[in-house]
């Protein structure tokens, strides 16, 4: 059998007697598939935060950036705003500026997600709960039945 069963299972069924030692095994690989679904659920949750995070971040600059160009033409606009906006347009093209804000973004959201334990701060945890439970309820199908 798999190395953990030969190594956990003598023991649990010295320690579940006579009666119940046949079920040492399937104790055993019972719990690790628990352990390791538990781990591939945390290992996707981070992968997933790394992509949303990075595409997040990148869509964000670059709306950023362009509704900095966009407000210098606008006809109310002071003067020295579209002589800035002006200067952030040139430099967004000259320094990939939209793809340096957008990873500065990323980074910060990907901190964060993991800081969190990509759970939910309040009130949006109340608002989306709905959706949570929708969520988790695939995740348990999907798993176990």
């Known amino acids: 059998g798999p190395i953990p069963v030969r190594l956990a299972g ?11 030692a046949q079920w040492a095994p399937v104790l055993v690989e019972t719990v690790l598939q628990g352990i390791f679904t538990i781990a591939a659920f945390w290992a996707q949750a981070g992968i997933s935060a790394f992509y949303s995070a990075l595409g997040g971040g990148l869509m964000c600059s670059r709306a950023l950036l362009d509704f900095v160009a966009n407000s210098a033409g606008h006809e109310r606009a002071p003067e020295g705003a579209r ?33 969190s334990g990509f759970t939910l701060e309040f009130p949006l945890n109340l608002l989306l709960l709905p959706l949570w ?9 999907i798993t176990w039945l």
């Open 10 to 20: 003598p023991p649990l069924a010295k320690k579940l007697g006579p009666d119940h």
């Open 83 to 115: 002589q800035a906006a002006e200067q952030v347009a040139a430099a967004a093209e000259k320094f990939a500026l939209d793809e340096v804000l957008g990873y500065a973004l990323f980074v910060a959201g990907f901190i964060w997600q993991l800081a």
């Open 133 to 141: 439970l929708v969520e988790n309820g695939l995740r348990w199908q």
